[in-house]
């Protein structure tokens, strides 16, 4: 099984990426290829929306988003992770989505592929104030890009750095996460 982590988050060591990366520690630990990628290292540009993926099969924009497409496209199970900022994915997060488009263009992912997203946030009912991340990312990843399994997770109450080991959202999310992203056979 071959795993990608993207995170989303401006910072790496948050509670975005802790959680992400204690995700992608147990899929390892089960024998899985994984590959974690940080947003905020790469150069990902905004899309510009001119359609040339509908008609050719590349982007015009040449940055870090095209060694995204090909992770994706490799992958069986894509997990991105965001915190939630004022209402939303963090601004980076959603230029990714933004350029997903190219995969959703030409259907250019195979079918099969389960994905994942974590949101985490500092309301205490953030589950419930958010609760419409879940309609937005199930629309991205599965209508639109073709996941056949999607599964959207709010982890609330994570305002500044908690400890996780302390806080009953995160490690309900990260269980219910792990049974989502690693079914036993």
Do not use: W
Not at 16 to 22: D, Q, S, V
Not at 42 to 66: L, S
Not at 105 to 117: C, I, Q, V, Y
Not at 156 to 179: F, H, I, S
Request: some cysteine; overall charge negative.
């Amino acid at each position: 099984m071959k795993y990608v982590f993207v995170n989303g988050s401006p910072r790496p060591e948050g509670n975005t990426g802790t959680m992400l990366k204690m995700l992608a520690r147990q899929a390892k630990e089960k024998g899985a290829e994984v590959t974690y990628y940080e947003i905020l290292d790469k150069n990902v540009q905004d899309c510009d929306g001119c359609y040339t993926c509908d008609t050719e099969d590349r982007c015009v924009k040449d940055d870090d988003m095209i060694e995204a497409y090909r992770l994706i496209q490799e992958c069986d199970v894509l997990v991105i992770g965001s915190p939630i900022y004022m209402g939303m994915e963090t601004g980076m997060a959603k230029c990714f989505a933004d350029r997903l488009y190219y995969l959703m263009a030409k259907r250019r992912l195979a079918p099969g592929k389960r994905a994942a997203a974590l949101f985490t946030c500092g309301l205490a009912d953030g589950h419930m104030v958010y609760g419409y991340m879940h309609g937005r990312y199930d629309k991205l990843l599965r209508h639109d890009l073709g996941f056949e399994e999607v599964k959207t997770f709010i982890s609330p109450g994570m305002k500044n750095r908690v400890n996780l080991d302390g806080n009953y959202y995160a490690q309900e999310t990260l269980k219910e996460m792990a049974a989502f992203l690693f079914p036993e056979e």
